[in-house]
């Protein structure tokens, strides 16, 4: 995507910045009070103008500082327990789940409101027309708040729950899935370049997002075809090769705006990576089904969940969804082998000596094997799964029952 798209989708799901915005929002609201004044007419201001409102912003400003701790509280609970149940990796989810946000930032900005606007009546800054604009504002304030705390509690109910986990990863694995489905060179070709300059990474780290549009517009300008050797996902060192380009030699200018078209952080992002979510729930799966938590239930689940986004990737678009749009563009594609070995490996390994996930497994593989696509790779996994449980199940009988859930019989 845009590189500057990716940038403000990154900051956006940082909790402090709503938070900010918020509270910038509720300071903004006490002090344009004053300002609005004259056109409150007088009897308005005769009946709104009172100390109530003085009254009220008492009470906002006494009560959501506790609120907004033990949400703040809360949040951190869910993450911890997140962390330890499920995956670190699905943790970052939890702050920047977008009712959560709201919810505390709601809190935050309403609790700064309620402090400068009586501060400010205090300080005589209002007349009555300026009070009885604050008084109607407390009214909505008061409303979003209690809106929020309802909404606050609710989302507390799933927040630390390993399903409603598994369904954010799918929600996220499904977005990345159809954009690379549909694009599956990000508006590129497939296509190596056999001779060129290489384009190298300045830092170590993880390929977040490369932004196809600015290469395109790179490689028009220098008149040459770009290929990217780091896609989405892939680990580079310091020096090691992004992209190659079909020029005889690339000055750092060159080197520089080729390199701005790629973000590299400390971890993968789900945006732009479809094989992240995939591992991220095999790592759920493999965490569940663990000696310490033994939870075959939730490795099913994944199972389930896999399916259902594996056919999603089976679902080619139409052509013209697939034209290309970037024709000075090469990137390598994602091999329906890796996808399968991300989702459905770690499930495989470890829950091979489980009979009920064993032949879930099975089970899922075979109904995947009708899709052309997909027939090839989930039957050399289907067979190592197999193999697997007849050498980790102890009991013939056991094995038995998953072989012929494999056959279908």
């Known amino acids: 995507m845009n590189r500057w798209l990716f940038f403000w989708r990154k900051m956006r799901r940082q909790l402090w910045v709503r938070a ?21 007419p007088q009897e308005i201001a005769e009946r709104l103008g009172g100390e109530s409102v003085e009254s009220i912003l008492t009470i906002l400003a006494s009560s959501l500082l506790g609120v907004a701790t033990f949400s703040v509280g809360a949040m951190v609970t869910a993450y911890t327990s997140v962390s330890s149940a499920a995956s670190p990796r699905v943790a970052a989810l939890v702050t920047s789940d977008d009712e959560t946000q709201k919810s505390l930032a709601t809190f935050v900005g309403a609790f700064l409101y309620a402090i400068v606007a009586v501060t400010a009546i205090n300080a005589h800054y209002y007349g009555q027309n300026g009070r009885a604009i604050l008084f109607l504002v407390s009214l909505v304030m008061v409303g979003l708040v209690a809106f929020r705390l309802l909404a606050w509690i609710n989302r507390l109910s799933s927040l630390a729950r390993v399903g409603h986990m598994i369904d954010l990863v799918e929600a996220r694995a499904r977005e990345a899935l159809e954009q690379r489905r549909d694009n599956p060179f990000l508006g590129g070709r497939a296509g190596r370049l056999e001779n060129g300059a290489d384009v190298t990474a300045p830092e170590t780290g993880y390929v977040q997002n490369v932004d196809p549009d600015r290469l395109q517009t790179m490689a028009e300008k220098r008149d040459c075809h770009v290929e990217v050797v780091a896609a989405p996902g ?34 993968r992002s789900y945006d732009q990576d479809p094989r992240f979510g995939l591992i991220v729930l095999g790592e759920i799966a493999a965490k569940a089904l663990s000696p310490g938590i033994n939870d075959p239930g939730t490795a099913i689940q994944v199972v389930s969940t896999g399916v259902r986004l594996m056919d999603i990737w089976a679902r080619h678009g139409g052509e013209d969804e697939k034209r290309t749009l970037r024709d000075r563009l090469m990137m390598p594609g994602v091999s329906e082998d890796d996808l399968l070995d991300d989702l459905f490996g770690p499930i495989a390994r470890y829950g091979a000596g489980d009979v009920a996930v064993a032949i879930r497994l099975q089970k899922g593989l075979r109904a995947l094997a009708s899709i052309p696509c997909l027939a090839a790779p989930v039957r050399i996994m289907a067979d190592q799964a197999l193999e697997r449980s007849r050498v980790a199940l102890p009991i013939p009988a056991d094995y038995v029952r998953v072989k012929g859930a494999a056959e279908g019989s």
Do not use: M, N
């Not at 680990?235 to 390199?259: H, M, T, W």
């Open 20 to 40: 900010t915005a918020y509270a910038v929002a509720g300071v903004a609201a006490a002090l344009l009070a004053a300002a609005l004044a004259p056109w409150v």
């Open 234 to 267: 892939a680990f580079v060192r310091r020096g090691e090769v992004l992209a190659r380009v079909s020029l005889p030699a690339c000055d750092k200018e060159a080197q520089d705006a080729f390199c701005s078209a790629f973000a590299i952080g400390d971890s």
